[in-house]
């Protein structure tokens, strides 16, 4: 291995360490314990370490956001792919989404509520957004109903399914209630 290759590999571990710490110090005390400080003193690297690899905190939150973007779209393929026909597929989609929100807060705050400085629904979208939209996509177009884009159909579910992850999570909904919510949700939108 040569000298340079050697170099980029401890870069790329040393950035995939610092999302990790940004990551696990959000989902133990919230985004606002994360600091460049902060992150400098667990990761044991010096402040300017982390400026080299990221600008600041809005970068790191952008990093987290696209890892869990991934996440999300692997955990909504493997649901939808081990459930038997299209409402199942739609129920099984719906719930692993709502359990990823659940499951993992501070990244789905990173992805959808804080600014990571991402582009959503442009040209320039990244890959990892993208792939997740599609990953619900795949499923949620089928059960879209005749006339109806799938694309508008999937963004008013992804919508539907953002709202009961949010109102829930801030005690706004019944915890009971849940699954019968998933349920009204995939009966009465999706076209089945």
């Given at each position: 291995?040569?000298?340079?290759?050697?170099?980029?590999?401890?870069?790329?571990?040393?950035?995939?360490?610092?999302?990790?710490t940004a990551r696990e110090l959000a989902?133990?005390?919230?985004?606002?314990?994360?600091?460049?400080?902060?992150?400098?003193?667990?990761?044991?690297?010096?402040?300017?370490?982390?400026?080299?690899?990221?600008?600041?905190?809005?970068?790191?939150?952008?990093?987290?956001?696209?890892?869990?973007?991934?996440?999300?779209?692997?955990?909504?393929?493997?649901?939808?792919?081990?459930?038997?026909?299209?409402?199942?597929?739609?129920?099984?989609?719906?719930?692993?989404?709502?359990?990823?929100?659940?499951?993992?807060?501070?990244?789905?705050?990173?992805?959808?509520?804080?600014?990571?400085?991402?582009?959503?629904?442009?040209?320039?979208?990244?890959?990892?957004?993208?792939?997740?939209?599609?990953?619900?996509?795949?499923?949620?177009?089928?059960?879209?109903?005749?006339?109806?884009?799938?694309?508008?159909?999937?963004?008013?579910?992804?919508?539907?399914?953002?709202?009961?992850?949010?109102?829930?999570?801030?005690?706004?909904?019944?915890?009971?209630?849940?699954?019968?919510?998933?349920?009204?949700?995939?009966?009465?939108?999706?076209?089945?």
């Amino acid at each position: 291995m040569s000298v340079q290759e050697r170099k980029e590999r401890e870069r790329a571990d040393r950035e995939r360490l610092i999302v990790a710490t940004a990551r696990e110090l959000a989902e133990q005390q919230g985004w606002d314990a994360v600091t460049t400080r902060r992150l400098a003193e667990r990761i044991e690297y010096s402040q300017p370490v982390l400026y080299s690899h990221f600008r600041g905190k809005r970068e790191i939150i952008g990093a987290v956001a696209l890892q869990g973007a991934a996440e999300m779209a692997v955990s909504l393929r493997a649901a939808a792919s081990a459930a038997d026909g299209p409402r199942a597929r739609v129920t099984a989609l719906a719930r692993t989404y709502l359990d990823f929100a659940e499951r993992n807060p501070a990244v789905y705050d990173a992805m959808f509520r804080l600014d990571g400085g991402l582009a959503f629904a442009v040209e320039d979208t990244p890959e990892p957004l993208k792939d997740a939209f599609a990953a619900l996509l795949e499923s949620l177009g089928e059960v879209a109903g005749d006339g109806v884009h799938p694309g508008l159909f999937t963004e008013t579910f992804w919508a539907a399914l953002h709202g009961l992850a949010t109102l829930t999570r801030a005690g706004r909904l019944p915890p009971e209630d849940a699954e019968r919510r998933t349920d009204l949700l995939v009966d009465r939108l999706a076209a089945l």
